[in-house]
């Protein structure tokens, strides 16, 4: 369960701003809505604040990951929340666009969410291009945490009182070491990883004040396989480490840094090696 609430937490961060703006704006209206940005931003929480400032009665979601057993035929008007249509195979594509088509008052608002692009799914032929011009008719991108440092205190406080108020708890507070581990994460998990590491130290605090020691961190690499084989040499383990990890993060030199637990300067200088040998 997320704790993110769009009007409760006082939002400084510009991009943020202006989706929050435009967010209200399109409530109003019946325009399907395409919500991207990384796992874990608040894209469905987004979702869910336009629909509770519209005037649809009522919300249905569909997940695409697990799509199963959803009925489309019980969908009577109201909002259809899709959830990484990203990951929609073609059958269920399908009966979206049926839906789609579907005339009168039983036609459903649709919000979706997406942590990809869908138009180079587009161009790969792996999603509906009629479906695509449909659910997509305007675009919001939700920025990542780490993007939003005006607004990182304001978070972390609110998620703090949530938090406490969840679990029983009252006064509890981040010394001025805590606060600075949680500013220095680059926070690959983005709102929801913050949510987790406040949660587990709140539950595990032990005093009035959260220490550095009560915050921590763990780090999820996803999707990555590692390239190596009995009889390489460490200098080419390490190669293909750094390579495989900046292809993780796109590239992102600061984060590849912490994953690897090396210093900026060094991965710079392990680049400049590479380029200079003609492997990059």
């Avoid at 604040?49 to 009577?76: E, H, M, P, Q």
């Avoid at 981040?174 to 539950?203: C, K």
Wanted: hydrophobic share 40%; with cysteine.
């Amino acid at each position: 369960m997320s704790y993110f609430d769009f009007d409760a937490i006082h939002i400084e961060d510009r991009r943020m701003h202006e989706v929050k703006q435009l967010s209200l704006q399109l409530a109003a209206t019946q325009a399907s809505l395409l919500i991207l940005g990384e796992a874990g931003v608040g894209k469905t929480s987004l979702a869910r604040y336009i629909y509770a400032k519209s005037r649809s009665a009522r919300l249905y979601t569909l997940d695409c990951k697990n799509a199963g057993g959803f009925d489309f035929s019980k969908v009577d008007g109201g909002t259809l929340l899709i959830e990484d249509l990203d990951c929609a195979n073609l059958a269920l594509q399908n009966e979206l666009m049926k839906l789609v088509e579907r005339a009168g008052t039983s036609r459903p608002r649709f919000i979706s969410t997406s942590r990809r692009d869908l138009r180079s799914l587009v161009k790969q032929e792996q999603f509906r291009q009629d479906l695509f011009y449909k659910l997509a008719v305007v675009h919001l991108e939700v920025p990542r945490l780490e993007d939003r440092l005006a607004d990182f205190q304001n978070i972390v406080t609110f998620i703090l009182e949530v938090a406490q108020i969840m679990h029983g708890k009252s006064g509890l507070r981040l010394t001025a070491e805590a606060y600075e581990r949680l500013a220095a994460w680059n926070w690959p998990g983005n709102i929801r990883e913050l949510e987790n590491v406040l949660e587990r130290s709140v539950v595990l605090a032990k005093s009035s004040l959260i220490g550095p020691e009560s915050i921590q961190f763990e780090a999820i690499v996803e999707d990555m396989e590692l390239d190596f084989a009995p009889g390489m040499s460490l200098s080419e383990v390490e190669k293909r480490l750094i390579i495989q990890t900046l292809e993780l993060t796109a590239q992102n030199r600061t984060r590849a840094a912490q994953m690897l637990g090396i210093s900026i300067r060094t991965l710079r200088n392990k680049l400049n090696e590479y380029k200079e040998a003609g492997v990059l």
